[in-house]
């Protein structure tokens, strides 16, 4: 008899829709996990491609659950996952992400004896459609309570993130009002009760293609300006001024590189450059970004 305890279950929620060509290594991915106590969670959100026939080869797998709905979005459909899932960790993988096998092995220990944390997440990397290695800035990543530093960038990683369910349960899932950016809502909102801790090697394989709803960018700022202001409006005194002006300062900047590198819109990047000053005059991206413009309007 093995005297070694059971470890948490964690449940690996993959909503997904139209993404039957990559969907079998996003679970491949989850089901080699070291980590010896995991279940998949699929969510077909209603999709018209041949994702139930894929989901059909894990029939039968006791690790596998899978739930077929009418297509409600991605919130709607991460939200059932979590509904669904059975472990007292939850996390989430995109199908056209996977994750390393040591991921969860790496993670979970951050978890032990310290229940004041509430998400774990880590570095990653990107990779192309065809799954080849892209370049990446390095990622600035906080631990502890971490509200200030994620209101000015989201450095939590959606598929690197781990989540103690007890934190959904308490707080809430995934809010289908905003069309973009539920992960950054849901980690602001966690932020304001937990800490946070992370893995600084990356422990997940992110995939860039032109099909994905992240290169929606005047809809993410929206979303993310949108989020900002509720997170502010119901913790007015959780973050110092200063952090607060630096944030919108930052966001304003680059809602204005996006307009100009993929609009070629000066006037509208020169607005949002100048608006981001009002904020904090000292900003020097903002003037950076003004010099810039004056330049030329060609991402660097």
């Not at 899932?85 to 220990?109: C, H, N, S």
């Not at 990356?202 to 809809?219: E, F, H, L």
């Not at 973050?239 to 930052?250: M, Q």
């Amino acid at each position: 008899m093995d005297p070694r305890p059971v470890p948490p279950l964690v449940s690996v929620v993959t909503a997904t829709y139209n993404m039957g060509h990559y969907l079998p290594q996003a679970v491949n991915s989850v089901l080699a996990q070291t980590y010896p106590n995991v279940e998949v969670v699929i969510v077909d959100d209603g999709s018209t491609d041949d994702t139930p026939a894929v989901c059909a080869q894990f029939a039968g797998n006791p690790r596998v659950q899978v739930h077929r709905k009418q297509n409600g979005g991605q919130a709607s459909a991460k939200n059932k996952g979590v509904e669904l899932a059975r472990g007292e960790f939850v996390g989430f993988l995109d199908a056209d992400d996977l994750w390393k096998p040591d991921k969860l092995e790496r993670q979970m220990p951050l978890f032990e004896g310290r229940p004041n944390v509430g998400v774990v997440y880590s570095d990653y990397e990107m990779m192309d459609g065809e799954g080849r290695p892209l370049p990446k800035n390095p990622t600035h990543m906080h631990r502890g309570r971490v509200s200030g530093n994620l209101l000015i960038e989201n450095f939590v990683s959606f598929p690197s993130a781990i989540v103690r369910r007890e934190c959904l349960r308490k707080h809430g899932a995934f809010d289908a009002v905003w069309g973009m950016g539920i992960d950054y809502d849901l980690w602001l909102r966690l932020s304001a009760h937990y800490d946070f801790d992370f893995v600084p090697e990356p422990t997940i394989r992110y995939r860039v293609w032109a099909g994905q709803m992240s290169t929606n960018y005047r809809k993410r700022f929206q979303s993310a300006i949108g989020i900002m202001q509720r997170f502010l409006d119901n913790h007015p005194q959780l973050v110092p001024a200063l952090v607060v002006n630096e944030a919108w300062a930052h966001t304003y900047v680059g809602r204005g590189d996006s307009v100009l590198w993929n609009e070629g819109d000066r006037g509208g990047a020169l607005r949002d450059y100048f608006r981001a000053l009002g904020y904090r005059g000292t900003y020097w991206p903002a003037w950076r970004a003004i010099l810039r413009s004056l330049v030329t309007i060609r991402k660097p």
